[in-house]
């Protein structure tokens, strides 16, 4: 009998046990005992846990999430299919009474509750462990792992999982899954603190919305708010709906109109962008997933990896890259609405295939068949759709920001516009393959370009459904929430808080900033205890990234994992053969803990490809695997 421990039960643990029950039949038949430890409820973990506000939502649709492989998933691990949450859904489960109406109003395309989330996870555990293959047992502890160390005894080499309150568990291999880990705040946000503190001024740095004490602002007063994705979006969903306030239909549009409560404040919000994230479409692909990998797969990747050359991703894979997701974007566009090319699909996609992205023939080309410049992919606008939008005020901006969300908007739910879709399906692909290339980037392009481009992804693939980006419509045009435009910037002068920004000439002042952001990794500063005495011991290390000279270009901060199998590497560069990490505080980034049906996710390729390397580290010497 081999044990193995997995620290976090959340939907990442949860995954990660079901490709343990599925291979381990292959891999590992002679029995067994695998412990999850999560002090937040099992399945569901800290993020999705129920206790949260029930205003809450997911930024996917009903159809739009699982935590099973299907026929799309490429995998070493046996196909085990499960029901998406939709499917779950229609199946009548049993869930608490204030959950029971939301469920029966479940549709296809409703973005439920988080907490209807947390009952879906929480179910699919249960699933999970009705599955279980003979001589196979589960054990949950409902505490924390605050260490790991090692025995040495007549057997071997143990793994000792230190936990808060409880006996210590021992096992074969650990596996740690807790998710986003919160971490200290950085010198700058120390610094900031303590400047606006000594001037009586309030700062609530980046940290989970959902555990932020929201009650230091005040009704009625005006507040900075720095940062425009979806912690900003649950912020606003926290101060207006969840203090009271309500909101209207007004017209035939599916416009609204916010009703106050009184006790609301005033956000002056902006970012780089200035925009907040991309809308979550509202419709299917009408040409069915594009094929792809097409022009970056592994046909391109290989080469790169087995040349053993640092590889610049500006100039080498970017081109690529946009390429791909301009082909999802007119794959669709040409056989979801072949109307809209001037040319038969076969002609556009030779000639396309001929061309280099962002050339002058490229450019030619599409101007050419595409004759709607709408129906154009646009990278750049979708990139930095502010970029170049300035007005004499701020008062005069609110209208121009105003427009392009709601265009932004009508493009992501109207059925015309399904090329977005396209898009965001092809970049799922990229996603992929630039993490197969990780460990073979040059060091600024890990530093710089791999930081741009995941912020580009989370833009676009992040964003809030259309139901909020009408209620925070509604809130701009009450004059309730404004935007400061792209390029912000924030600085203490004269006690107060200044906010200037590329839009506009004037600053705008308060005695309130809110980060609405997580904190950046920091293995070095992680909260985590397991993680920080990992830190402390060197038998865990975080990446920093140095130029040839060795200066240093960026602490990422988080832990670093070989990218095959999530093997735990060491202050030494060495990879640990029975401790493993998976998740978005490792190296190794992955979109997302579930995923859509049917598109050979990432996340449950890679949830395999790490179950199956710590099947076999159970079998494996120890000292040879390290060696390897």
């Known amino acids: 009998m081999s044990t193995i421990v997995i620290v976090g039960a959340g939907p990442r643990g949860t995954g990660l046990l079901e490709r343990l029950a599925a291979s381990a039949p292959e891999l590992h038949p002679h029995g067994l005992d695998v412990h999850l430890v999560d002090p937040y409820p099992p399945g569901a973990g800290r993020i999705w846990r129920h206790a949260q506000s029930p205003l809450l939502a997911m930024n996917s649709m009903a159809a739009d999430v699982t935590m099973y492989t299907d026929a799309s998933v490429v995998c070493e691990g046996p196909i085990a299919p499960g029901p998406s949450f939709w499917e779950w859904a229609q199946t009548g489960p049993e869930v608490g009474p204030e959950l029971v109406d939301e469920l029966a109003a479940v549709t296809a395309t409703t973005f439920p509750s988080r907490r209807l989330q947390s009952a879906y996870l929480g179910w699919v555990l249960e699933d999970v462990l009705t599955r279980l293959p003979a001589g196979m047992r589960v054990h949950l502890h409902r505490t924390r792992a605050i260490g790991l160390t090692e025995e040495i005894n007549a057997d071997g080499v143990t793994q000792v999982v230190h936990l808060e309150g409880r006996p210590p568990v021992r096992a074969d291999a650990v596996v740690l899954a807790s998710g986003h880990l919160d971490a200290t705040p950085t010198a700058d946000e120390l610094d900031l603190a303590a400047r606006a503190a000594a001037a009586g001024l309030r700062y609530l740095p980046p940290e989970q919305t959902t555990d932020t004490d929201l009650s230091v602002l005040a009704p009625g007063e005006t507040a900075l708010v720095r940062g425009l994705g979806l912690a900003f979006i649950d912020l606003v969903v926290l101060l207006y709906e969840g203090r009271g306030g309500r909101f209207e239909p007004e017209g035939g549009d599916g416009a609204l109109r916010y009703v106050p409560s009184g006790n609301e404040p005033y956000l002056v919000a902006g970012s780089p962008r200035g925009a907040p994230y991309h809308a979550k479409t509202h419709y299917q692909l009408r040409a069915g997933r594009p094929p792809l990998p097409r022009f970056l797969g592994p046909a391109q990747t290989d080469p790169l990896i087995a040349a053993g050359r640092p590889v610049d991703m500006g100039a080498q894979?970017?081109?690529?890259?946009?390429?791909?997701?301009?082909?999802?974007?007119?794959?669709?566009?040409?056989?979801?609405?072949?109307?809209?090319?001037?040319?038969?699909?076969?002609?556009?996609?030779?000639?396309?295939?001929?061309?280099?992205?962002?050339?002058?023939?490229?450019?030619?080309?599409?101007?050419?068949?595409?004759?709607?410049?709408?129906?154009?992919?646009?990278?750049?606008?979708?990139?930095?759709?502010?970029?170049?939008?300035?007005?004499?005020?701020?008062?005069?901006?609110?209208?121009?920001?105003?427009?392009?969300?709601?265009?932004?908007?009508?493009?992501?739910?109207?059925?015309?516009?399904?090329?977005?879709?396209?898009?965001?399906?092809?970049?799922?692909?990229?996603?992929?393959?630039?993490?197969?290339?990780?460990?073979?980037?040059?060091?600024?392009?890990?530093?710089?370009?791999?930081?741009?481009?995941?912020?580009?992804?989370?833009?676009?693939?992040?964003?809030?459904?259309?139901?909020?980006?009408?209620?925070?419509?509604?809130?701009?045009?009450?004059?309730?929430?404004?935007?400061?435009?792209?390029?912000?910037?924030?600085?203490?002068?004269?006690?107060?808080?200044?906010?200037?920004?590329?839009?506009?000439?004037?600053?705008?002042?308060?005695?309130?900033?809110?980060?609405?952001?997580?904190?950046?990794?920091?293995?070095?500063?992680?909260?985590?205890?397991?993680?920080?005495?990992?830190?402390?011991?060197?038998?865990?290390?975080?990446?920093?990234?140095?130029?040839?000279?060795?200066?240093?270009?960026?602490?990422?901060?988080?832990?670093?994992?070989?990218?095959?199998?999530?093997?735990?590497?060491?202050?030494?560069?060495?990879?640990?053969?029975r401790r493993f990490a998976i998740g978005p505080h490792t190296t190794v980034r992955v979109a997302g803990a579930f995923t859509r049906p049917g598109m050979n996710a990432q996340s449950l390729r890679y949830n395999d490809a790490v179950a199956r390397a710590v099947l076999r580290a159970l079998s494996a010497d120890p000292a040879a695997a390290a060696a390897a």
């Open 317 to 577: 894979v970017w081109p690529l890259m946009a390429k791909e997701i301009a082909w999802g974007w007119y794959h669709e566009l040409g056989r979801g609405h072949p109307e809209r090319l001037r040319v038969p699909w076969r002609e556009f996609v030779d000639r396309f295939a001929a061309l280099d992205w962002g050339t002058a023939a490229m450019d030619a080309f599409l101007a050419e068949v595409v004759p709607d410049p709408l129906d154009r992919f646009d990278l750049d606008a979708l990139d930095r759709p502010l970029d170049g939008v300035t007005a004499d005020s701020l008062d005069a901006l609110q209208p121009l920001v105003r427009a392009h969300i709601a265009e932004d908007l009508r493009q992501h739910v109207d059925e015309r516009h399904t090329p977005h879709l396209g898009a965001f399906v092809a970049m799922l692909s990229v996603y992929a393959e630039v993490g197969r290339l990780a460990e073979v980037l040059s060091a600024r392009s890990r530093a710089v370009d791999v930081s741009r481009w995941q912020s580009f992804f989370n833009s676009v693939a992040s964003g809030p459904p259309g139901f909020r980006v009408r209620e925070l419509l509604a809130l701009a045009r009450a004059g309730y929430v404004r935007f400061l435009g792209p390029g912000m910037a924030v600085e203490i002068v004269d006690g107060e808080f200044r906010a200037t920004s590329a839009a506009i000439p004037e600053a705008v002042t308060a005695d309130v900033l809110v980060d609405a952001r997580l904190p950046d990794p920091s293995a070095s500063r992680s909260c985590d205890p397991m993680v920080a005495a990992l830190m402390r011991d060197g038998a865990a290390s975080e990446e920093v990234l140095r130029d040839e000279r060795g200066a240093v270009l960026r602490n990422t901060g988080q832990v670093r994992v070989r990218a095959a199998d999530g093997a735990l590497v060491d202050a030494a560069g060495r990879a640990h053969p």
